[in-house]
Antibody
Framework: EVQLVQSGAEVRKPGESLRISCEAS????????IGWVRQMPGKGLEWMGI????????RYSPSFEGQVIISADKSITTAYLQWNSLKASDTAMYFC???????????WGQGTLVTVSS | SFDLTQPPSVSVSPGQTAMITCSGD??????SYWYQQKPGQAPLLVIY???ERPSGIPERFSGSSSGTTVTLTISGVQAEDEADYYC??????????FGGGTKLTVL
């Protein structure tokens, strides 16, 4: 059974760094892209970017390029979303999801709530 | 990059048919996907590759495509179908975009 389990909720101050995780199981982690999706409070889904764990290739939405870092460690089947300097506007729920060429994003993590407040 | 446009809201009475559209110039060249999201939950895939239905999704959900517009149709809407619905498309470079989302209200 494919499962994506995300790390727990985080509260940080503006300017701080953060890395959240998405641990995958039930399939060959190296062979499927993992994407990250932002959902700000009361707003829609926004595609942020994607990583291929097999070779760590990444693609970013123009809106998020340079704002976050997406990575993966295939040795522990975990993908990451990282900020070096958080802003209040980064407050949102973040989802990871597995990308497949047939079903696109069929498998999702449960979401990680990130709150950035002074 | 490309854009996908959805109506903000659609309202129907139980038993009627709901149609949610998604428009974008890239859609004739790329597959579309539809997701249902209920409050506090992760999105759920309800249609893939324009009109295919994943196993476990009720037959009342269907998808179609015509030119630059794709449509999610829910026939015989039930109260449990009330949710936000998002279209998604991915280009050949692997970049994806979501539509802005449509809130389906069952009156």
């Amino acid at each position: 059974e494919v499962q994506l389990v995300q790390s727990g909720a985080e509260v940080r101050k503006p300017g701080e760094s953060l890395r959240i995780s998405c641990e995958a199981s039930g399939y060959n982690f190296s062979n499927y892209w993992i994407g990250w999706v932002r959902q700000m409070p009361g707003k829609g889904l926004e595609w942020m970017g994607i990583v291929y764990p097999g070779d760590s290739e990444t693609r970013y939405s123009p809106s998020f390029e340079g704002q976050v870092i997406i990575s993966a460690d295939k040795s522990i089947t975990t993908a990451y979303l990282q900020w070096n300097s958080l802003k209040a506007s980064d407050t949102a729920m973040y989802f990871c999801a597995r990308y497949g060429y047939t079903y696109a994003y069929a498998y999702w993590g449960q979401g990680t709530l990130v709150t950035v407040s002074s | 990059s490309f854009d996908l446009t959805q109506p903000p809201s659609v309202s129907v009475s139980p038993g009627q048919t709901a149609m949610i559209t998604c428009s974008g110039d890239a859609l004739p060249m790329q597959f579309s996907y539809w997701y249902q999201q209920k409050p506090g939950q992760a999105p759920l895939l309800v249609i893939y590759k324009d009109h295919e239905r994943p196993s476990g999704i009720p037959e009342r959900f269907s998808g179609s495509s015509s030119g630059t517009t794709v449509t999610l149709t829910i026939s015989g809407v039930q109260a449990e179908d009330e949710a936000d619905y998002y279209c998604l498309s991915t280009d050949s470079a692997g970049t994806s975009v979501f539509g802005g989302g449509t809130k389906l209200t069952v009156l």
